[in-house]
């Protein structure tokens, strides 16, 4: 054997350097391809939101919430933050938005979105199907947009709803009407809800219906019908040594 035939001899350091080296490689090629998509994501969601905006009647939504600067709102099942965004405005800085949702993932995503936009008011909330773990009389106002349909459990959902809000706290519900007769069990899967069965439902969970609107949006790009509801947690008036106070009714 010659010396060009000579096998070169094996270094182990030779190879966990290549090997590092192509490791190191694939994670800066991973990492860069899901950030690009994410961003992209973000991008998206801004131009579906901004399509959104000249149906979806948001500045009504929030009038009916009616909140004041320092004010505590909830906007539960809370997606990628359509409504959570937008309510960050006119609370303050001194108010919370609680961006609440049951998907963890959802609920980074809304997070990287408001640090991107400087919203520095909102909090990420995590929450269950049956319990929003809101703590008892802490907010002022709770939003339930395009979420109703999905509740498996709308009583427990409504009674902790109502446990959370402050003695003049306002509960506001948009969502889609049925376009034909709607079958119970099929909300969830059509997306759609009535206003009847949700103002029953309130109802029974001691609400009091404020104001009730069938036809909100007349027809959405699927060319569907929204209703709005807005309601109050149903409080008695009792005296305490002749002096009158309210109080709302935890059942
Ligand atoms: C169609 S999206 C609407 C999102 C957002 N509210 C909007 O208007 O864009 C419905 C959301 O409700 C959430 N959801 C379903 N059941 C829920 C529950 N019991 N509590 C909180 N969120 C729930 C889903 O995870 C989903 O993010």
Not at 120 to 139: A, C, F, K, T
Not at 221 to 242: V, Y
Request: proline share 3%; with cysteine.
């Amino acid at each position: 054997m010659n010396s060009t035939q000579e096998k070169v001899p094996f270094r182990p350091k030779y190879w966990v350097t290549l090997a590092l080296f192509v490791a190191c490689a694939l994670t800066i090629l991973i990492g860069s391809n899901v950030a690009y998509q994410a961003l992209t994501t973000l991008n998206q969601l801004d131009v579906t939101e901004a399509e959104r905006d000249h149906w979806q009647r948001p500045s009504e939504v929030i009038q009916a919430l009616d909140l004041k600067d320092g004010d505590s709102v909830v906007d539960l099942g809370c997606g990628s933050g359509y409504f959570s965004l937008k309510l960050s405005d006119p609370i303050g800085r001194n108010g919370r938005v609680i961006a609440e949702g049951i998907r963890r993932l959802s609920l980074t995503f809304l997070w990287m979105r408001a640090v991107r936009k400087g919203r520095h008011n909102l909090s990420m909330h995590l929450g269950d199907l049956d319990d929003s773990r809101l703590r008892p009389s802490s907010v002022n106002a709770v939003l339930i947009s395009n979420t109703y349909h999905e509740f498996t459990a709308a009583q427990s959902i409504l009674d902790h709803v109502r446990q959370s809000l402050v003695p003049s706290g306002r509960l506001v519900i948009i969502d889609r009407s049925p376009k034909g007769v709607q079958v119970q069990a099929s909300a969830q899967q059509e997306h759609e809800i009535s206003s009847g069965q949700v103002v029953a439902d309130l109802r029974q969970a001691n609400f009091v219906i404020g104001n009730r609107t069938d036809r909100f949006i007349e027809s959405d790009p699927e060319n569907e019908s929204w209703w709005m509801i807005l309601a109050h947690a149903h409080r008695t008036r009792f005296s305490i040594d002749g002096v009158d106070r309210i109080r709302t009714n935890a059942r």
